[in-house]
């Protein structure tokens, strides 16, 4: 399965983590699934026309969060969800970032039920409605 990764060259964020975030998105949205092949590093990285080293990093960051695995001669691929540590570290970290999150709404004088509305509107594109 092809993926569709957009570099932004004037972002603040370095180019691997874009791609970081990305790949994640397209996963958390289910577009790429468990098991699915990612594009080789060198093959992404002559597409997006940056260094081979930086789709390298990127997948290997992702590995180390649980989210990719690499078979040595076969390639990347999206790894199984349940065999995903919640490492606490993790948690906290996304409890910071929601904090924040947050933290700037409640600034811009939004009220908790419309912080809570949109909230759920965003967590509806990334899971499934019945």
Known sequence: MGIWIQISAGSDK????QIMEQVSQ??????????DKL???RKLAAELVVNPNTVANAYRLLEKEGLLTTKT???TFVGD??????????????????????GQGVNLG?????????????????TKKS
């Open 73 to 75: 001669g076969s390639g």
């Open 26 to 35: 397209t996963i958390a949205k289910g577009i790429l699934k468990a098991g």
């Open 110 to 126: 939004f009220s908790g039920d419309v912080l809570m509305k949109m909230f759920k509107d965003r967590l509806g594109k990334f």
């Open 39 to 41: 594009p080789a590093v």
């Open 14 to 17: 370095p180019i691997y983590a």
């Open 81 to 102: 969800p349940k065999l995903r540590s919640k490492d606490i570290s993790q948690l906290n970290a996304l409890a910071e970032r929601m904090d924040t999150l947050i």
